[in-house]
């Protein structure tokens, strides 16, 4: 005997097309900090190299300074 099929449920999905006729910012204009403020170790690091890959300036890298306080 074959089993009926599970039934599918679609859900309708909108999108918001990207903005026009405003300004790009490219990402070497853009400066940025990376804070890590989860347990996962190293996080901030990775980050940070991925946003250098993508042409961010990365100014600062280290642990949530709010967590110390």
């Known amino acids: 005997m074959i089993a ?3 039934a599918v449920t679609t859900v309708p999905t909108t999108t918001t097309p990207p903005p ?3 300004p790009v910012l490219l990402p070497a204009s853009v400066a ?3 804070y890590n403020a989860t347990l996962r170790r190293g996080l901030a ?3 940070a190299a ?3 890959n993508r042409g961010f300036e990365v100014l600062s890298v280290q ?5 110390a306080v």
């Open 20 to 22: 026009t006729g405003g």
């Open 4 to 6: 009926p099929a599970a």
């Open 50 to 52: 991925e946003l250098r």
């Open 63 to 67: 642990n949530d300074p709010l967590e």
């Open 45 to 47: 690091n990775n980050t």
């Open 32 to 34: 940025v900090n990376v």
